[in-house]
């Protein structure tokens, strides 16, 4: 792998084997830090398509929408289950 990315165009020219080693020892630091920081960006934007997906997290989202239909329809109706999805 080493020998396809030294020729790289505007790569091999600057950088050596020690580089691609360097690169290969920060590789997994690297990952974790991507993988944290989207799995942050996640719980800022608070994005409901994905967060119902995540198993703790997304309870949360049912429990709003509990709550929005106990105030629109009423806690008797919503225990009852004849209150509507709408």
Do not use: C
Not at 17 to 35: D, E, M, V, W, Y
Not at 38 to 57: A, S
Not at 69 to 79: L, N
């Amino acid at each position: 792998m080493d020998y396809f990315l030294s020729r790289l165009p505007g790569v091999g020219r600057f950088t050596g084997p020690r580089h691609f080693q360097i690169f290969k020892n920060f590789a997994p630091s690297l990952a974790l830090f991507g993988t944290s920081v989207g799995l942050y960006f996640l719980y800022i934007t608070d994005w409901k398509v994905t967060n119902t997906k995540i198993p703790i997290y997304g309870r949360k989202f049912e429990e709003m929408k509990r709550a929005a239909m106990i105030d629109k329809h009423g806690q008797k109706a919503v225990d009852d289950g004849t209150a509507s999805d709408d």
